[in-house]
């Protein structure tokens, strides 16, 4: 295993159009987490899994965001109805998960999103 | 709430020299992780040094070293005999060690040009 993949690298889409990007995690980390990055910001957390169970969302994860991870492997993120301020780098970053540890998570390469 | 502030939009080091990154942040917890990342151009982010709250030694990976003051929050990356390969962002980031909370709260970064 080389490490979080994210697929797609970039993508391009108009206003209004639904999107969903993928992240693969290192296989044996189990808990996945999403984040947030425009141009001159660090990233911003947008939620997190431990397993398939969904356990923190922040509030910029709006209606129209959803992020799902069956069987507690991969995960997806999707965008309904696309704005042109959704226009970002997506990361995609995993980690072990055992209570008390200080493990650092590994970050993917991100999905750089374009709304036009 | 829990905020990290890089207040070194850009800072620029000659090839073999030293340099020094500021981070502050701020937190009513006393137990939390702080880490400092680098973000290549077009590149994945990966770990450069990691600090748990409960130790007073400053932590030191290779060149790079930091200096925590717990008290003060202060949290600065010293990068020793710097290299070409040096150049990067650099984000400061905070982990709550409480349990239930995993996300990292990320600085704006600080982009470092080394000079050759």
């Known amino acids: 295993d080389t490490g979080v993949s994210q697929n797609p690298r970039h993508k391009i889409t108009k206003r209004g159009q639904n999107v969903t990007f993928r992240c693969d995690p290192i296989s044996e980390h189990n808990r996945l987490y999403w984040y947030r990055q425009t141009l001159g910001q660090g990233p911003e957390f947008l939620t997190y899994?431990?397993?398939?169970?969904?356990?923190?969302k922040s509030r910029l994860l709006s209606d129209r965001f959803s992020a799902e991870r069956p069987k507690g492997s991969f995960s997806t993120l999707e965008i309904q109805r696309t704005e042109q301020g959704d226009s970002a780098m997506y990361l995609c970053?995993?980690?072990?998960?055992?209570?008390?540890?200080?493990?650092?998570?590994?970050f993917g390469p991100g999905t750089r999103l374009t709304v036009t | 709430a829990q905020t990290v502030t890089q207040s070194q939009p850009e800072m620029s080091v000659q090839e073999a020299e030293t340099v020094t990154l500021s981070c502050t942040y701020d937190t009513s917890e006393s137990d939390y992780y702080l880490f400092w990342y680098k973000q290549p151009p077009s590149r994945q982010m990966i770990l450069v040094i990691r600090?748990?709250?409960?130790?007073?030694q400053n932590a030191t990976e290779n060149r790079f070293s930091v200096n925590f003051q717990k008290a003060a929050k202060s949290f600065s990356l010293k990068i020793s005999d710097s290299q070409l390969g040096d150049a990067a962002m650099y984000f400061c980031?905070?982990?709550?060690?409480?349990?239930?909370?995993?996300?990292?709260?990320f600085g704006t970064g600080t982009r470092l040009k080394v000079l050759a």
């Open positions: 600090q748990e709250a409960y130790k007073q």
């Open positions: 980031a905070y982990r709550s060690a409480s349990s239930g909370t995993y996300k990292y709260i």
């Open positions: 899994f431990q397993n398939e169970a969904q356990l923190e």
């Open positions: 970053a995993s980690s072990l998960g055992l209570a008390g540890a200080p493990y650092e998570q590994y």
